[in-house]
């Protein structure tokens, strides 16, 4: 059974830094592109970033980009989401997701990642 788990979010300051993995058991992210979400209360979920599989292609979303770094470590089986510079408005439950293709260019199109976490709560607040 394929499942991923994130790890904890947590409280964080403005301007602070966080870091969140993803986990991943019963397949091997080796062969998936990572991409990270969010969804902020009272809205849409949006992509944040994204990784191929080897690491070749990773894109960002304008509202992160500078701040936000993703990593993949295959022989962990693991990704990450590097959050720094933190902003209130980056607050919401955070979510890795899988996509079972292999890109030359990975996109954050979410009908395309069929495994997803779920979720962590990241709150950026004073």
């Known amino acids: 059974q394929l499942q991923i788990v994130e790890s904890v979010g947590g409280l964080v300051q403005p301007g602070g830094s966080l870091t969140v993995s993803c986990a991943a058991s019963?397949?091997?992210?080796?062969?998936?592109?990572i991409g990270w979400f969010r969804q902020a209360p009272g809205k849409e979920r949006e992509g944040l970033s994204c990784?191929?599989?080897?690491?070749?292609?990773?894109e960002y979303a304008d509202s992160v980009k500078g701040r936000f770094t993703i990593s993949r470590d295959n022989a962990k089986n693991m990704a990450y989401l590097q959050m720094n510079g933190l902003k209130p408005e980056d607050t919401g439950v955070y979510y890795c997701?899988?996509?079972?293709?292999?890109?030359?260019?990975?996109?954050?199109?979410?009908?395309?990642?069929?495994?997803w976490g779920q979720g962590t709560q990241v709150t950026v607040s004073s």
């Open positions: 997701a899988a996509d079972p293709y292999i890109y030359r260019t990975c996109a954050l199109i979410q009908a395309n990642f069929d495994s």
């Open positions: 019963g397949f091997s992210l080796d062969y998936y592109t």
């Open positions: 990784i191929n599989t080897r690491g070749t292609s990773i």
